[in-house]
Structure formats: structure tokens, C-alpha cells
């Protein structure tokens, strides 16, 4: 268990009517907030009656309920920092960045700093910075090691209004990815339910019994031998939802160390020289790009369209391919 969590193993012997789950926990452990208690639900981390919970489950007396949780405090408050930023757009309302591989977008347990959230506060703070000053926060997120479009909201006004496109689909996102084998068809739409792994507290994967709908529409755009270039739309927005959805049907993301097999691609494996050294690989994380992200304004009501090119990564391991696995 990991330094400042504390597992918990009680038996509920008083309850409100009618006390959801979350809302029961939050009221137990009051250091933490109900939001809290949800997305620990979310991420497995809580059973009842050695069962995976759902937050709108309704405590009753008699229930057994396990949950793990860190005890350690948080920061209080996102330090700005200064780093690089690949700007796509901005003006006073929000702020759209190429996010690169390897960048953790928000704070949190083991990376507290050099984050994007930190770097887009940092810049907001210039005099230079269209609005000025700001209180800049995530709308959506992109794992640390996928690149590409990000938007951030730059003040606590227009923040719901961004964020309402995503929950109500009303945002247009739009992926690139290398995968793991060719597809049989030149389209489809993979619609699997996920939830929290059973086992691995940070993994997703297709939940028959408590996952939520998720869909992901997905087009082949070049095919190779054992790999195929795709292009992908999430009608839903679950978290990992396009890795474990081409992983469940089969073609993981190329060099998915979660969901897939392989952590780096060589030139050599592409040739079939299994004694050629190694050398630089092609790419080394996983090979999913967000490459165009559609809403409308929240001021103006305008229909805006970012669009973040392919990184170098993908770009090499791409002329790879065409070079050396072109489909037969």
C-alpha cells in the first residue's frame, strides 16, 4: 500500500434514509468532500459487501463497507511555473495547448509540480497574456503520455460553459493512433461498457455489471503489415476509453505499456532483424494523438476548431512503416 493510505473495514450500524454512498462517506470522513468519495468510487477503490460500489448506491444497516484512501494532504493550492508552451489558440475566455508526451496535466500524488495546469498559470500571469491575469483550470484531460489538443478554461465564468459541451457531447473530439494489427474492416464503432479494473487500481476495462456506455468510432487511414494507422472520434469521454476499447477488440495502441504488450518500437523489428541492435527507437509511449478538438465559443457561440500536428514521435515511427510493412 502506498505511503499515506489507510485501508478501512467497517460495518455500518447507523444510517439515513435514503443516504447515498457518497454522500454517507463524505458525512463519515468529513476532511474529505463528497466529489472526493465519488471519484474514488469511480476508480474501484471503495466495495460494499465485498462488491464494487456505485456511488448512488443506497446505504443501509448491515452493510460492509471497504474502501482505500490517502490521508496525506494535498497542496493547497496550483503553484505557477515557468515552462514552455506550445500555444494553439487563447484569448480571455480560455486557452488552447499542443500538449507533448510526457507532461502531467493537473497536480497530483507524485507530481505536484512541472505539470501543465502550473505552466498555464505561470504564462496567464504575464502582461503579455491575452485577459490577463486568470484562475485557469482543466476542462478536459489527456493521459501524460498521450500529445496533443488541451483546453483550459481561464476563469471560474466561462469554465462552465466549456465544460457543459463535454458532458452534454456537444464537443467534437477527434484522435490519431497507431495500433497493434490490421483491422478486417475499414470502419466501425467499438461499444464496451467500462469500469474500474477489479484488481489494478489505475487500470479500465470492459465491466458487464457496473461499466458505463462507451462508445469510440474509429476509421482505418493507412493499413500495414501487423499495424494500422487510424483515425478515432469518442462519442463518450471515459477515462482511457480509446486504449482499452482498441485493446479489447484486440489491437492495442502501439507501444501501450498498460494495455498492450510492447513499450518501444525499433527499426529492426520492422525489418525482421531480431539481431540488429536497438539503437534510438521509433517511439517509445503510447502512439495516440488528439488531433482536433471542436466546441463553441463560450462567449460568442462560434464554432472553433483546434487542430495539434502529429508529434515527431509518430511522425518517424509512420515513415517507418511506409518504408518497411507496407500491406501486402
Same mark, same amino acid.
Request: hydrophobic share 40%; with cysteine.
Given at each position: ?7 478501512f473495514d467497517f460495518t455500518v450500524r447507523r444510517a439515513p434514509l435514503h443516504s447515498r454512498l457518497d454522500?454517507?462517506? /463524505? ?26 460500489? +456505485?456511488?448512488?448506491?443506497?446505504? @443501509? ?23 514552455p508552451l506550445d500555444i494553439l489558440y487563447e484569448d480571455d475566455t480560455m486557452i488552447v495547448i499542443n ?37 485557469? +483550470?482543466?476542462?478536459?484531460?489527456? =493521459?501524460? =503520455? ?7 478554461? @481561464? ?10 459541451? !463535454? ?11 497507431? /495500433?497493434?494489427?490490421? !483491422? ?17 487500481? &489505475? +487500470? ?7 461499466? %458505463?456506455?462507451?462508445?469510440? =468510432? ?5 493499413? &500495414?503489415?501487423?499495424?494500422? &494507422? ?25 507501444? =501501450? ?19 540488429? *541492435?536497438?539503437?534510438? *527507437? ?20 462560434? %464554432? ?25
Open positions: 500500500m502506498s505511503e499515506g493510505h489507510q485501508q454522500a454517507y462517506l /463524505a458525512a463519515r470522513f468529513k476532511t474529505r468532500s463528497r466529489t472526493f468519495f465519488q471519484k474514488l468510487i469511480d476508480q474501484g477503490e471503495v466495495q460494499v459487501n465485498s462488491s464494487p460500489a +456505485k456511488r448512488h448506491h443506497e446505504v @443501509k444497516v448491515g452493510d460492509r463497507i471497504q474502501l482505500t484512501m490517502n490521508l496525506a494532504p494535498a497542496p493547497s493550492r496550483v503553484q505557477p511555473e515557468e515552462m500538449k507533448p508526451p510526457g507532461v502531467v496535466v493537473h497536480p497530483a500524488k507524485g507530481h505536484w509540480h512541472g505539470t501543465l495546469i502550473n505552466a498555464v498559470l505561470h504564462h496567464c500571469q504575464r502582461p503579455d497574456a491575452a485577459g490577463g491575469p486568470s484562475h485557469a +483550470k482543466v476542462v478536459h484531460r489527456l =493521459d501524460r =503520455d498521450t500529445s496533443g489538443v488541451l483546453l483550459f478554461a @481561464k476563469n471560474p465564468g466561462t469554465h462552465p460553459a466549456i465544460a457543459s459541451q !463535454f458532458e452534454r457531447r456537444q464537443a467534437h473530439k477527434s484522435y490519431l493512433a497507431i /495500433a497493434e494489427g490490421s !483491422f478486417k474492416s475499414a470502419e466501425g464503432t467499438i461499444d464496451l461498457p467500462l469500469g474500474p479494473h477489479l484488481f489494478h487500481r &489505475f +487500470k479500465v476495462t470492459v465491466r458487464a455489471d457496473v461499466g %458505463r456506455e462507451s462508445i469510440t =468510432d474509429y476509421r482505418v487511414l493507412e493499413r &500495414f503489415d501487423g499495424y494500422s &494507422f487510424l483515425a478515432l472520434s469518442p462519442r463518450t469521454g471515459r477515462g482511457h476509453q480509446i486504449r482499452v476499447h482498441l485493446a479489447a477488440a484486440g489491437h492495442p495502441v502501439l507501444c =501501450d505499456r498498460v494495455y498492450g504488450a510492447r513499450v518501444a518500437l525499433y527499426r529492426a523489428d520492422l525489418a525482421g532483424d531480431v539481431l540488429a *541492435p536497438g539503437g534510438e *527507437p521509433l517511439i517509445s509511449r503510447q502512439a495516440l494523438h488528439a488531433h482536433k478538438l471542436s466546441i463553441r465559443h463560450p462567449v460568442s457561440g462560434e %464554432r472553433l476548431e483546434f487542430t495539434a500536428p502529429l508529434p515527431q514521435d509518430m511522425t518517424t515511427a509512420l515513415a517507418a512503416l511506409r518504408a518497411l510493412r507496407l500491406d501486402p
